[in-house]
Each structure stands twice: as structure tokens, then as C-alpha cells.
């Protein structure tokens, strides 16, 4: 699986959009951009995924360029809940068992 | 039901004790997962089950045991634990292997003494 790049932290005004960045430059042509979260003493939490296309559920959106190289996730309205560590993920469908190799993740903080 | 629920939430043991963590899920997934994450470190996946058989084991020690007795349980069990394996134990669970996201427990937080 692609190796992921994100900053270590970021801060976001409550109310505003919040978008964090990921590099994936390695992407291979068959494997898929996934984000997930852990808020503090929790567990990850599924966000969204996406190929090549962009994507939005009722959490966030998903932006991949063109190149596939590089990905944004887009919090709309961030709230104080929004506060937790984000994972850019890139696996292969059916992966070797499904492994979800997590990187460092960012660290966002909303503030009021 | 959405949710995976792990017991207990906090466990302290000594080095010398067997203790099991226990997994829980009703979604009627069929792959089940264990998970290791330390302080401040993402977390890193030690097992993999699939239709209740262990798929991946990821050269974990063999003082943790897994166990899945059926298709809704998995279980991991310790013994002559290190104070260095004293971490957060997630379990997580998706409709197949591979194919789908993954949904995770709140943990086991774990303290060796």
C-alpha cells in the first residue's frame, strides 16, 4: 500500500470549513483514499473513501486531484466535536486481508 | 445494531496472570480485527479474522492468543504479559475482509504491572 503523508496538526475556527491535506504520491491505479478519525480515548471512526472521484457523504467531502497524487478532506461546519486525530489511508480493495496501515494522522483542534 | 462493544474497558494485570479481552459485534460482519495502540502512536493491526479463521497474524508475540468462537465473537488472550505491552486494544469488524470500512470498539485500556 501507498505511503501517506499528512501535517501533524492543524487548528480550525468553529463554524468554518476545515480541510485537511494528504499526499499520496505512490498511489497505484487500483488503490483507494480512505479517512478515518479517533476523537481522544476512542475508537477510529469510518469518515469516507473514495477512487478517483469526488466524494460526499454526510460527514465530510472528499477531493482528489486529477493525479490521484494528493487529497483533501473537507469538514463543512467544524465543531468543537470535529477535535480528533485524522487518518489518510491508501489501500487496495481486498487487500492482503484488509489491512488498514495508519500513519501519523493530523491532529485537529476546533476552537470557539 | 452498529456498534462494537469491547470488555472490560480498563484491565490491570500482572506478569504472571492469564486475562481475556472480548470483542462483541451484531452486524453479521464476517471479518473481525485486533488492533495495539500505544500512547500517542497510530494504531497497528495484530490480527485478522476471517469467517471465524485466523487470516493474518502480524508476527505477534505468542503470549497473546487469539480466539473466535463464532462469527459475532472474538476474544484475545493474555498471558505473562510485559509491562511494554500496557497499550489500548481495539477490536474492529467489516462485512468482509478488505472490502469494506471497518467499524471499531471503544478498547480495552491495558496496564501490565
Known amino acids: 500500500d501507498a505511503k501517506t503523508t499528512q501535517p501533524p496538526s492543524m487548528d480550525c475556527a468553529e463554524g468554518r470549513a476545515a480541510n485537511l491535506p494528504c499526499n499520496h504520491s505512490?498511489?497505484?491505479?487500483?488503490?483507494?483514499v480512505y479517512w478515518y478519525r479517533q476523537i481522544h480515548s476512542q475508537g477510529p471512526q469510518y469518515i469516507i473513501h473514495?477512487?478517483?472521484n469526488n466524494e460526499t457523504n454526510e460527514m465530510a467531502s472528499l477531493i482528489i486531484t486529477e493525479d490521484r497524487k494528493s487529497s483533501t478532506l473537507i469538514l463543512p461546519h467544524a465543531t468543537l466535536r470535529d477535535t480528533a486525530v485524522y487518518y489518510c489511508?491508501?489501500?487496495?480493495?481486498?487487500?492482503?486481508?484488509?489491512?488498514?496501515?495508519f500513519g501519523q494522522g493530523t491532529e485537529l483542534s476546533v476552537k470557539p | 445494531d452498529t456498534e462494537v462493544t469491547q470488555t472490560p474497558k480498563h484491565l490491570v494485570m500482572g506478569m504472571t496472570n492469564k486475562k481475556s479481552l472480548k470483542c462483541e459485534q451484531h452486524?453479521?460482519?464476517?471479518?473481525m480485527y485486533w488492533y495495539k495502540q500505544k500512547a500517542k502512536k497510530p494504531p497497528e493491526l495484530m490480527f485478522v479474522?476471517?469467517?471465524?479463521?485466523?487470516?493474518i497474524n502480524e508476527s505477534v508475540p505468542s503470549r497473546f492468543s487469539p480466539e473466535c468462537p463464532n462469527s459475532s465473537l472474538l476474544n484475545l488472550h493474555l498471558h505473562a504479559l510485559q509491562p511494554e505491552d500496557s497499550a489500548l486494544y481495539l477490536c474492529?469488524?467489516?462485512?468482509?475482509?478488505?472490502?469494506?470500512?471497518?467499524?471499531f470498539g471503544p478498547g480495552t485500556r491495558l496496564t501490565v504491572l
Open positions: 474492529a469488524s467489516s462485512q468482509e475482509v478488505g472490502r469494506n470500512e471497518q467499524f
Open positions: 505512490t498511489i497505484s491505479g487500483n488503490e483507494y
Open positions: 473514495g477512487l478517483k
Open positions: 489511508i491508501v489501500r487496495v480493495a481486498g487487500n492482503q486481508g484488509g489491512k488498514l496501515i
Open positions: 452486524m453479521g460482519h464476517r471479518a
Open positions: 479474522y476471517s469467517y471465524e479463521k485466523l487470516s
